[in-house]
Structures are given as C-alpha cells and as structure tokens.
C-alpha cells in the first residue's frame, strides 16, 4: 500500500499490539495495524531511504549499525541468544573511533558536574581531545528570557539560566567532531540539539527525582509511579 492520501491515520507503532515476530518492520511476511507506515508510507519510505544516497550519511548510519552489532557477544554462536556487552559510555568511545573523530564536545548539566569530571577523564584517557560546556556558562540572568521572581529555583537571589545556545555555541567555536549530551534538563537539551553543528548523542539525561534513570518511573507506572497516568493537575506556585 502506498501513501495515497494526506487523511491516512498517523503512525501509532507505539500501540503496535503485533508480537515482534508478526511484524512487518520485523519480518518479511509480517503484518500490521492500519496506521503502520511500513505499509501506508512507501513513498515517504523511499525519500527517506534517499537520503542514505548521501556518503556522509551513509557512512555515520554504515557505523552506527556497526556498533549497535558490536554491543552483543558470541554473536557467532548457533542458536544465538542475545547478550548485551558494554556500556554506553563504551560505545559512544568505539563509535568515535569508527568515524574517525577526535575533538569530542562534552556539554553538561551544572549538576552533574562530578559526573562530567569523570566522563571527562575516561574520554581523554582513550585518547579524544575533550572540550566540555557547562549549562550555566556565561552566567546569564535568567530576567533575560522573562523569568520572575517566583518562577525562580532560589527566589530572592541572582540565579543564571541554562544557556544551551551558549553551549552549542561553545562546542561549534572549538570546531568538535561530536557532541555528548549529559544532564541536560527538559527543553535545554533541545536548544542544544538546534543549535549544534557537530551531531550529538547523549550519555544520560536529567532526572532529579530517579538518579537520572527516567525508565523507572516508566517501569513502575502501574505501580508505585501510577500517578504518572493520572491527568497533570495545574501547577501552584506559592
């Protein structure tokens, strides 16, 4: 089926309730529901395929699958079963090397700033030059994009705003070949996303409340986070 009309249901391959082993992004003589864009997006496929035509882009997906490969051991083994082999931090290292990069941006939350000494440290030690931006850099006031008194983490005082841009900026001035993304809160790492040059991964992101492992409250949405499901109530500020 191709795309044949702008009223066609939008792809739902989040409530895919096919098992994997039925599926047609999966299995050749799969199945899917009919929102499935394996099946109603040939067209929209076929451009996107396109711009695989691209060396540059051929190349970065060439070894990113590479490494998503490399992540399991004993591939060779007969009937195989999956084993997952290296952390991520170990993987953004080898995928780097594969791509041939050297200069590795190292753009991080304030908070995180113990985490980011370490990450820092590991990268150099395998060799990658490292640059590295602090979401607080530049020292902005957070009165510059409209923020009042109230709204503020610690009222009454001075408080510097994320600067993303300002980090993207940093990063693309310093010429990096790749960015790492760590801690960046909500919004702020998508500043960072639209204003960096250098393509960029990300090591971890924020969260204050799980030790920064935000699946957790995923997993435990039908227990102990089941409030997460629950319509967001208007916020209060006092």
Same mark, same amino acid.
């Given at each position: 089926?191709?795309?044949?009309?702008?009223?066609?249901?939008?792809?739902?391959?989040?409530?895919?309730?096919?098992?994997?082993?039925?599926?047609?992004?999966?299995?050749?003589?799969?199945?899917?529901?009919?929102?499935?864009?394996?099946?109603?997006?040939?067209?929209?496929?076929?451009?996107?395929?396109?711009?695989?035509?691209?060396?540059?882009?051929?190349?970065?997906?060439?070894?990113?699958?590479?490494?998503?490969?490399?992540?399991?051991?004993?591939?060779?083994?007969?009937?195989?079963?999956?084993?997952?082999?290296?952390?991520?931090?170990?993987?953004?290292?080898?995928?780097?090397?594969?791509?041939?990069?050297?200069?590795?941006?190292?753009?991080?939350?304030?908070?995180?700033?113990?985490?980011? =000494? %370490?990450? @820092?440290?590991?990268?150099?030690?395998?060799?990658?030059?490292? /640059?590295?931006? !602090?979401?607080?850099?530049? +020292?902005?006031?957070?009165?510059?994009?409209?923020?009042?008194?109230?709204?503020?983490?610690?009222?009454?005082?001075?408080?510097a705003m994320c600067n993303p841009i300002f980090q993207a900026m940093l990063l693309n001035?310093?010429?990096?070949?790749?960015?790492?993304?760590?801690?960046?809160?909500?919004?702020?790492?998508?500043?960072?996303?639209?204003?960096?040059?250098?393509?960029?991964?990300?090591? =971890? %992101?924020? @969260?204050?409340?799980?030790?920064?492992?935000?699946?957790?409250? /995923?997993?435990? !949405?039908?227990?102990?986070? +089941?409030?997460?499901?629950?319509?967001?109530?208007?916020?209060?500020?006092?």
């Open positions: 089926m191709n795309d044949t009309s702008e009223k066609a249901p939008a792809p739902a391959c989040a409530a895919c309730a096919m098992p994997a082993a039925k599926r047609i992004c999966v299995q050749p003589k799969g199945t899917g529901a009919k929102e499935c864009p394996t099946l109603t997006r040939q067209a929209l496929l076929a451009q996107a395929n396109q711009a695989y035509a691209a060396t540059e882009v051929a190349e970065f997906a060439r070894q990113a699958s590479r490494q998503e490969a490399d992540g399991y051991a004993n591939r060779h083994e007969r009937p195989y079963v999956m084993q997952p082999a290296k952390p991520r931090i170990v993987e953004i290292g080898e995928f780097a090397r594969k791509m041939g990069y050297q200069r590795l941006g190292l753009a991080f939350c304030i908070g995180l700033a113990k985490e980011a =000494a %370490v990450v @820092d440290q590991i990268f150099q030690a395998q060799g990658f030059e490292m /640059v590295s931006a !602090a979401c607080k850099a530049g +020292r902005t006031p957070k009165e510059r994009i409209g923020i009042t008194d109230a709204e503020k983490i610690f009222q009454g005082r001075d408080e001035e310093a010429k990096t070949d790749f960015n790492i993304l760590l801690g960046l809160c909500v919004g702020h790492d998508s500043l960072f996303f639209k204003y960096a040059q250098a393509p960029t991964t990300v090591l =971890a %992101v924020k @969260d204050r409340v799980t030790g920064h492992n935000p699946l957790a409250a /995923v997993y435990l !949405a039908d227990s102990y986070y +089941r409030k997460i499901r629950l319509p967001a109530k208007k916020e209060t500020r006092p």
